[in-house]
């Protein structure tokens, strides 16, 4: 009786693992036969935010070697934002706020529609003296944002790809540097490979009304919703995501609309942004809403959105003299 019993319970094991190996095959061929089929852009179109479309005007390609960053911060501007640049320098994108922690900074500026000869003559020696941008020969519009993002990855992915994190933001964005290096330290290893993270808008459709500043036409992007993607203000990525989002944007259609086409790229990567909150979710820490200044709200905010160089400067000498009292 305990031969035929310990029989039993063999065949029982042995029939339960042969269906569940046949079940993970069918369920593994089954997801595999779903994901979409990545089609290529087509030239013409790929063209318009390919890399090797643009050439540099000015570049820091020997940045990133002399420093091994642990963030870079990736802020576009345009030719004539000298003073947005000036204050940036003067408050968060200084060098050496953080003992032991190397930030670098650089600011990626594309060329006006209209050639300003002085204006460029002035780019060209803030080049010289801070060492500190980039350009190169796509027209610096509104509509062409998503070619500078693109250029922005392109630019990691070549010369900087041994720092651990970049950040793209924005030159009115107030960043609380050291709650940032704090909160990406606190993240771990999980946070080094396939990460993103930034104010994350999931519920997005197109705006099909031609008169809206984010129009959209069905010829471009005919689904009803959008995958998420992450407020274009400021986000952070492990490094290697650049390398990856390039290599997404050859199946990607180009769209005017940066942050929603880099959720597109992340989409064919399979990678979903993480959301930066805190007290259960309650709390973004990426506030993209224009709050008032006052300081210990701030210091429990990585950014907040919304400030002219002259606010900036001031909000960022009475935050520096005392957040840590909060």
């Not at 990626?108 to 003559?121: F, H, K, N, R, T």
């Not at 973004?284 to 400030?307: D, H, P, Q, S």
Request: glycine share 4%; charged share 20%.
């Amino acid at each position: 009786m305990r031969k035929r019993s310990r029989y039993k319970l063999l065949t029982y094991f042995a029939g339960a693992g042969l269906i569940t190996f046949v079940v993970t095959l069918v369920l593994n061929n089954t997801i595999r036969l779903s994901m979409p089929k990545k089609t290529p852009t087509p030239k013409e179109l790929y063209d318009v935010i390919s890399p090797s479309t643009y050439r540099f005007i000015l570049n820091q390609p020997e940045l990133c070697l002399k420093k091994s960053p642990f963030l870079v911060l990736m802020i576009p501007v345009t030719l004539k934002d000298t003073e947005a640049r000036t204050a940036v320098r003067r408050t968060w994108g200084q060098y050496g706020l953080i003992p032991h922690v190397t930030i670098l900074h650089l600011f990626v500026v594309g060329q006006p529609a209209q050639s300003d000869p002085l204006l460029q003559e002035h780019l060209e020696k803030e080049s010289k003296e801070y060492g500190d941008i980039i350009q190169m020969d796509f027209v610096d519009s509104y509509h062409n944002l998503t070619i500078k993002t693109m250029m922005i990855m392109n630019w990691i992915a070549t010369f900087c790809q041994d720092a651990q994190y970049a950040m793209k933001i924005d030159a009115d964005i107030f960043l609380n540097v050291h709650y940032l290096v704090d909160y990406l330290h606190g993240q771990g290893e999980s946070s080094r490979k396939d990460y993103i993270t930034g104010s994350v808008i999931s519920d997005a459709s197109p705006h099909r009304d031609s008169f809206n500043k984010w129009y959209i036409s069905e010829d471009l992007y005919s689904d009803t919703w959008y995958p998420p993607y992450l407020s274009g203000a400021a986000y952070v990525f492990s490094t290697d995501l650049a390398r990856k989002i390039s290599w997404a944007s050859r199946f990607v259609r180009p769209i005017p609309l940066e942050d929603v086409y880099v959720g597109l790229c992340l989409h064919v990567l399979g990678v979903k942004p993480a959301y930066a909150t805190r007290f259960l979710g309650l709390r973004n820490l990426f506030e993209v809403r224009r709050l008032k200044y006052e300081r210990c709200t701030f210091a429990k905010c990585i950014i907040v959105n919304g400030f002219n160089p002259q606010n900036l400067l001031r909000i960022w000498h009475d935050f520096q003299k005392s957040y840590n009292t909060c």
